[in-house]
């Protein structure tokens, strides 16, 4: 169900694509159900996207370009910043930033990366949350993170480096199936060329040395080649660039990758936790 609250808190893209849905619908003198039957959505869900009970989607967008575009890219233009409105405020600066980075060095010690999640372990993540969110809160959170994939596939191509603590693998989310399917896309993505996967061994810190102890890291080098730190706690960030800042994160990672397994290894870890 669309939440009423989210008239209060729609955001200005979502405000402009509902105002000019209503007025290119008007103007062929179609109704909600007639528009909704052009792009195979519902009346409902017309309804909800022009009052703002619930932006457009992602998919509707595509198909409202189709058929009230009149080729103007008004509503394929408006995809990226109705997507970014969707994420948290504290995430929306940095969400931007990782679709347009040269090179992302992460750190995961808590849960899977939401860069590398499934559908169904995000799904899980997300609704298991606290304090709980509505269904249809929770779905377009979901829909948002799925789409940062597009970083992977993307033209120029990113590098992407990530560490991932051993004990988030073993982390069941979701249950026995959904975690089956997620260790095997993990397995999947670290064999693309554009990324390096490392897992963090539980042992680490056996010998007194542990450099990931003060938490998960964000390190992203820019298409003007800066270099800027992102880190998030309890729904709270903080988005770093002084450089000797920036210089001491970065030194901590490249500690913390040290002491992973190489990446071989990595892989045949998740493997066997996979049950492959």
């Given at each position: 169900m669309a939440r009423a609250e989210n008239k209060?808190?729609?955001?200005?893209?979502?405000?402009?694509?509902?105002?000019?849905?209503?007025?290119?619908?008007?103007?062929?003198g179609w109704t909600q159900e007639e528009l909704g039957d052009q792009i195979g959505f519902s009346a409902a869900a017309v309804s909800a996207m022009e009052t703002l009970a619930q932006p457009a989607s992602d998919d509707m967008l595509v198909e409202l370009e189709r058929v009230l575009g009149d080729g103007l890219d008004i509503?394929?233009?408006?995809?990226?910043?109705?997507?970014?409105?969707?994420?948290?405020?504290q995430f929306q600066d940095y969400a931007l930033l990782e679709q347009t980075a040269v090179v992302l060095r992460l750190y995961a010690m808590l849960v899977i990366h939401g860069l590398f999640q499934t559908e169904e372990y995000a799904r899980a993540l997300i609704g298991g949350g606290y304090p709980p969110l509505p269904e249809q809160r929770v779905e377009e959170l979901v829909e948002a993170r799925l789409a940062r994939k597009a970083l992977f596939d993307r033209v120029p191509v990113a590098h992407i480096e990530i560490v991932v603590e051993e004990s988030v693998l073993r982390r069941v989310i979701g249950g026995p199936e959904t975690m089956r399917g997620q260790l095997l896309y993990l397995a999947e993505c670290s064999r693309r060329r554009n990324v390096t996967l490392q897992v963090l061994p539980m042992d680490t810190g056996a010998s007194g040395e542990y450099a990931?102890?003060?938490?998960?890291?964000?390190?992203?080098?820019?298409?003007?080649?800066?270099?800027?730190?992102?880190?998030?706690?309890?729904?709270?960030?903080?988005?770093?660039?002084?450089?000797?800042?920036?210089?001491?994160?970065?030194?901590?990672?490249?500690?913390?990758?040290?002491?992973?397994?190489?990446?071989?290894?990595?892989?045949?870890?998740?493997?066997?936790?996979?049950?492959?």
């Amino acid at each position: 169900m669309a939440r009423a609250e989210n008239k209060e808190t729609a955001g200005p893209t979502a405000q402009m694509v509902a105002k000019l849905a209503r007025k290119f619908r008007a103007r062929k003198g179609w109704t909600q159900e007639e528009l909704g039957d052009q792009i195979g959505f519902s009346a409902a869900a017309v309804s909800a996207m022009e009052t703002l009970a619930q932006p457009a989607s992602d998919d509707m967008l595509v198909e409202l370009e189709r058929v009230l575009g009149d080729g103007l890219d008004i509503f394929e233009d408006a995809r990226v910043p109705v997507r970014l409105e969707k994420y948290p405020v504290q995430f929306q600066d940095y969400a931007l930033l990782e679709q347009t980075a040269v090179v992302l060095r992460l750190y995961a010690m808590l849960v899977i990366h939401g860069l590398f999640q499934t559908e169904e372990y995000a799904r899980a993540l997300i609704g298991g949350g606290y304090p709980p969110l509505p269904e249809q809160r929770v779905e377009e959170l979901v829909e948002a993170r799925l789409a940062r994939k597009a970083l992977f596939d993307r033209v120029p191509v990113a590098h992407i480096e990530i560490v991932v603590e051993e004990s988030v693998l073993r982390r069941v989310i979701g249950g026995p199936e959904t975690m089956r399917g997620q260790l095997l896309y993990l397995a999947e993505c670290s064999r693309r060329r554009n990324v390096t996967l490392q897992v963090l061994p539980m042992d680490t810190g056996a010998s007194g040395e542990y450099a990931g102890a003060r938490g998960e890291l964000n390190l992203v080098e820019t298409t003007t080649h800066d270099h800027l730190v992102y880190l998030e706690v309890q729904d709270e960030s903080v988005l770093l660039s002084d450089p000797p800042k920036v210089s001491t994160y970065a030194q901590r990672y490249a500690k913390i990758r040290a002491q992973a397994l190489d990446p071989r290894a990595s892989l045949g870890l998740i493997e066997e936790l996979a049950g492959e």
